[in-house]
């Protein structure tokens, strides 16, 4: 898993490049709380995820409850097809705004 955190405009944009799986969340739930603990928007970065597990969705779930008892908003970018029925499934896809850019999502704040 690789994880890329830079910020733009005072908003968290963090790329995630690989599988959320049982092997990485831990990883990427540590790193992503951690960076986004000072922000109240989150830009998630997904063109570059090939697979969210349970595990993973429990991470996302986890940074949208983080983000929203500050009142801020996550946006999820480049969600695969896959994922998105995994999300919409589940519920998921209900918590997260998602655009197919980052400069789209960055345009929504």
Do not use: P
Not at 37 to 58: M, P, Q, T, W, Y
Not at 64 to 74: E, T
């Amino acid at each position: 898993m690789k994880i890329e955190i830079k910020t733009t405009n005072d908003i968290l944009i963090i790329t995630l490049e690989g599988s959320i799986d049982s092997q990485t969340a831990a990883e990427v739930q540590k790193t992503v709380l951690e960076a986004s603990s000072d922000h109240k928007n989150v830009i998630l970065e997904l063109s570059k995820v090939g697979f969210v597990s349970s595990a993973g969705l429990r991470v996302l779930l986890m940074l949208y409850r983080q983000i929203k008892a500050k009142n801020g908003k996550v946006i999820l970018v480049g969600v695969s097809e896959e994922i998105s029925e995994v999300m919409s499934m589940t519920g998921f896809i209900n918590f997260f705004e998602m655009v197919d850019t980052v400069d789209n999502a960055l345009s929504a704040y």
